[in-house]
């Protein structure tokens, strides 16, 4: 059995990898902050190994483990103030860390969990040029490690944050609020549910060559769909007819990209991956996840 370093655990991604690598029967070793809500993984904490990072070296968490695998899905989006050099630090050195002890304790495979967005996308753009620059780092050690660099476009699903676009709507329509601004909302993401982002995970450990070097793929479904047709999606899918979506209220970001869709006809074929929820099935299923946790979730 192989034993997986994971982190990001606490995370919206994480969390449902780490469910998805126990049910495939790895051994996993889960890297958390002691201040993560935990409420996401309760249910497998007797099952898994916790680590928390700011209180528990790396090199020691490497002389007590023989790990295999590195899947790394811990990021800051900088959304809760933070300072640039806090976003460099989680998203640039301490993946860089674990990456080098990684490579001197022969660490057979380093995964990483990368963005869409553009440094020049103002929202975000502290974490997507640290994405870009630890990218650029993977690069540089591929003679002495097997790197996979995951672009994972508008992921989605079930105890997302809810400060992200489907649960906001999501939550404000189940609110019975009487209106919701947007964009006008033509601009077009490939929303990709969060059980398949996993299941490409899974497929890149079990399937790939395991020769050093550096391989980057998308993961999306290869299909664009506007903003505006999710938000309505949404409101027929939780039956909240009388909210008002109100397109055009609010301005577009500067410099948005207005059709965004993944390039699937690359390694991940290699692989023999794809999609398998469509955007209804996977609203349908977040939704109605919501509505049972109405309340629960912040």
């Given at each position: 059995?192989?034993?997986?370093?994971?982190?990001?655990?606490?995370?919206?991604?994480?969390?449902?990898?780490?469910?998805?690598?126990?049910?495939?029967?790895?051994?996993?070793?889960?890297?958390?902050?002691?201040?993560?809500?935990?409420?996401?993984?309760?249910?497998?904490?007797?099952?898994?190994?916790?680590?928390?990072?700011?209180?528990?070296?790396?090199?020691?968490?490497?002389?007590?483990?023989?790990?295999?695998?590195?899947i790394h899905t811990a990021t800051?989006?900088?959304?809760?103030?933070?300072?640039?050099?806090?976003?460099?630090?989680?998203?640039?050195?301490?993946?860089?860390?674990?990456?080098?002890?990684?490579?001197?304790?022969?660490?057979?495979?380093?995964?990483?969990?990368?963005?869409?967005?553009?440094?020049?996308?103002?929202?975000?753009?502290?974490?997507?040029?640290?994405?870009?620059?630890?990218?650029?780092?993977?690069?540089?050690?591929?003679?002495?490690?097997?790197?996979?660099?995951?672009?994972?476009?508008?992921?989605?699903?079930?105890?997302?944050?809810?400060?992200?676009?489907?649960?906001?709507?999501?939550?404000?329509?189940?609110?019975?609020?009487?209106?919701?601004?947007?964009?006008?909302?033509?601009?077009?993401?490939?929303?990709?549910?969060?059980?398949?982002?996993c299941d490409a995970f899974i497929?890149?450990?079990?399937?790939?060559?395991?020769?050093?070097?550096?391989?980057?793929?998308?993961?999306?479904?290869?299909?664009?769909?506007?903003?505006?047709?999710?938000?309505?999606?949404?409101?027929?899918?939780?039956?909240?007819?009388?909210?008002?979506?109100?397109?055009?209220?609010?301005?577009?970001?500067?410099?948005?990209?207005?059709?965004?869709?993944?390039?699937?006809?690359?390694?991940?074929?290699?692989?023999?991956?794809?999609?398998?929820?469509?955007?209804?099935?996977?609203?349908?299923?977040?939704?109605?996840?919501?509505?049972?946790?109405?309340?629960?979730?912040?």
């Amino acid at each position: 059995m192989e034993t997986i370093l994971l982190t990001g655990a606490g995370g919206f991604l994480g969390s449902r990898l780490l469910r998805s690598l126990s049910e495939n029967n790895y051994n996993v070793i889960a890297l958390k902050r002691s201040s993560s809500d935990d409420k996401r993984i309760k249910d497998v904490s007797g099952k898994v190994k916790f680590y928390d990072i700011d209180r528990a070296a790396i090199e020691e968490i490497y002389k007590e483990n023989k790990i295999d695998i590195i899947i790394h899905t811990a990021t800051c989006y900088g959304r809760n103030n933070e300072t640039p050099h806090e976003v460099v630090n989680s998203n640039i050195v301490f993946p860089l860390k674990l990456l080098e002890y990684g490579i001197q304790n022969s660490v057979r495979l380093f995964i990483n969990s990368d963005t869409f967005t553009k440094p020049e996308y103002g929202r975000l753009k502290y974490y997507s040029l640290t994405k870009k620059h630890f990218n650029e780092w993977l690069q540089i050690f591929k003679d002495k490690i097997t790197v996979y660099n995951l672009i994972i476009h508008q992921m989605y699903g079930e105890d997302d944050n809810s400060d992200k676009f489907i649960p906001f709507v999501i939550k404000s329509m189940l609110n019975n609020v009487k209106s919701i601004d947007f964009t006008k909302g033509e601009q077009k993401r490939d929303f990709i549910y969060v059980d398949d982002v996993c299941d490409a995970f899974i497929t890149v450990i079990e399937k790939n060559d395991n020769k050093y070097g550096y391989n980057q793929f998308e993961i999306g479904t290869g299909l664009s769909t506007s903003i505006k047709d999710v938000a309505l999606l949404i409101k027929k899918i939780s039956m909240q007819e009388d909210v008002l979506l109100n397109f055009g209220a609010l301005p577009y970001t500067q410099n948005e990209e207005m059709n965004i869709t993944a390039k699937t006809d690359d390694i991940l074929k290699k692989l023999k991956w794809k999609y398998k929820t469509s955007i209804n099935e996977g609203l349908t299923k977040t939704v109605n996840w919501y509505k049972k946790h109405f309340g629960e979730t912040k």
